[in-house]
């Protein structure tokens, strides 16, 4: 669990979305225990002692260490989702720079679509589906932002939509997975399918304006 956990922190570290320490990572142990990286370690050089147990609630089980400040938003994951045992949470630019922008202009998420690698989040089997990816303003009251997080992930336990991922705005992302490799393949997914939605609005826009014109046949 613990090698698990420092590989799905080391990946994210390689693809430099986690800079300056940033991020927290997490792995469910059982119904009483979560593991967390302590607060402010470099997620690329994890050993087994930046890691730490939490309960449900979010407290240490050894008072002498600190858990990341989001703490809160980890245990909400295991405890709404009973089949996610891991959660990864990265500060990538891009995601912290789309959900910045779309957030001033009161755009609640994103969605996805048509995209041939939306097929490697589980459960979808066609490029013909669209992922939506709610959209939180930031907040140092994480008690209160997870309290604006859990009616959507609520609903969409509800409508057994599927929910891959959040963002919170100018800050980063969240997803999770069952296992390591299914983590993995999430953050790497959507990390691209958001670099991808942000060509795409780039790329649309200067063809609208400037873009070839329709070859005339002669
Ligand atoms: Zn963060």
């Known amino acids: 669990m613990k090698d698990d956990l420092i590989e799905i922190a080391s990946f994210c570290a390689d693809k430099n979305l986690v800079p300056a320490r940033s991020g927290n ?55 709404l989702f009973r089949d996610v045992n891991f959660v990864a949470h990265f500060h990538s630019s891009s995601s912290a720079v789309l959900s910045k922008i779309l957030n001033k202009k009161k755009i609640k998420r994103i969605k996805l679509a048509n995209y041939e690698l939306l097929k490697a989040l589980s459960g979808v089997e066609t490029h013909d589906h669209t992922e939506e990816i709610p959209i939180f303003a930031n907040d140092q009251d994480i008690f209160r932002l997870s309290m604006e997080i859990a009616p959507e992930l609520e609903r969409a336990i509800v409508t057994d939509k599927s929910i891959h991922a959040y963002l919170i705005a100018g800050h980063g992302l969240y997803t999770w997975g069952k296992d390591k490799a299914e983590t993995i393949t999430h953050v790497d997914a959507i990390n691209t399918l958001i670099e991808s939605y942000i060509m795409e609005i780039q790329l649309s826009k200067s063809l609208s304006k400037s873009g070839p014109k329709k070859v005339e046949s002669k």
Do not use: C, V, W
């Open 25 to 79: 990572f997490s792995a469910r142990i059982d119904s009483e225990k979560i593991q967390i990286t302590q607060s402010g370690k470099d997620k690329g050089k994890l050993t087994a002692s930046d890691l730490m147990e939490i309960n449900y609630k979010g407290k240490a089980l050894n008072p002498e260490e600190k858990p990341s400040a989001e703490t809160l938003l980890h245990t909400q994951i295991y405890t």
